[in-house]
């Protein structure tokens, strides 16, 4: 049967960022396709919650609060997955994110920690885990965004971030192939906390939808979906590539407003 290949049956997926929105999502995705999951965010009363959405559906779930800016808990946020569940079988590089602003209020220090938090994390979390993907033959999904191919003023150090993001993903699956694949999704505008900002304004929001061809906002599901295929066997011809998932953008589809220099 076809949909056996998109099942992850007993699989262990790790989960960054995922106490809200797409990491949530993703965590309960994988959980309905048979996977247990390891979830690490910041928030705890947010990761229990997600922890019990996955438990609700008969998997288990390992609770790691962290923040994955420090490099350090990575490598134990590995440690405590394999002591709970003996493998890994996927790496979800969830977390990121950065504010935008005018290129010349963008000091070196939020550049570059727009680029820790983004693709340094994504980088150390992969390595302290890539042994125990080749012992299962697993693979590494990437959260990246439409932003790092698209252009618009004020987005120069979270575009630059999910750019490299982009490409890392190519060259690690150049290193990992052929027994551990490594993919991304380059995600558009989708509804969650991180649009905030839109979701409450319906003058933006409208514009938003207006410039986007498939003229509406993406979902959490929409991106889970996404992450359930590239994690599952029905992905397992396919590695080094971006899974563009963000309503057919070829171009900005929100302008801040940003005047000329």
Do not use: W
Not at 11 to 28: D, E, F
Not at 44 to 52: M, N, P, T, Y
Not at 169 to 194: E, H, K, Y
């Amino acid at each position: 049967m076809i949909l056996d290949r998109f099942k992850l049956t007993d699989r262990v997926v790790m989960i960054t960022g995922a106490g809200r929105g797409i990491g949530a999502g993703c965590a309960q995705a994988c959980a309905e396709a048979g996977a247990h999951v390891a979830l690490t965010a910041r928030t705890v009363s947010q990761l229990e919650e997600v922890g019990d959405e996955v438990r609700a559906q008969g998997r288990k779930a390992l609770i790691f609060p962290a923040d994955v800016n420090d490099l350090d808990t990575l490598e134990a946020f590995v440690a405590a997955t394999i002591e709970e569940f003996g493998r890994i079988d996927t790496v979800i590089n969830n977390a990121g994110g950065s504010m935008p602003a005018p290129f010349m209020d963008t000091s070196t220090e939020m550049f570059e920690k727009a680029f820790h938090f983004n693709v340094t994390t994504a980088f150390s979390l992969s390595q302290h885990a890539l042994p125990h993907l080749l012992e299962t033959g697993g693979s590494i999904v990437n959260i990246s965004s439409t932003m790092g191919r698209i252009r618009e003023r004020g987005f120069v150090a979270y575009g630059t971030a999910k750019a490299a993001l982009a490409h890392m993903t190519r060259l690690m699956a150049a290193d990992c192939a052929p027994r551990v694949r490594v993919n991304a999704i380059a995600v558009g505008s989708v509804a969650t906390s991180a649009l905030e900002i839109v979701l409450t304004n319906e003058d933006l929001r409208k514009e938003m939808m207006e410039t986007t061809p498939l003229r509406r906002l993406g979902e959490v599901q929409d991106i889970a979906a996404g992450v359930v295929y590239l994690a599952s066997d029905a992905a397992s011809y396919i590695t080094g590539k971006i899974l563009e998932i963000d309503g057919g953008l070829e171009g900005a589809n929100l302008d801040l407003g940003l005047p000329d220099l």
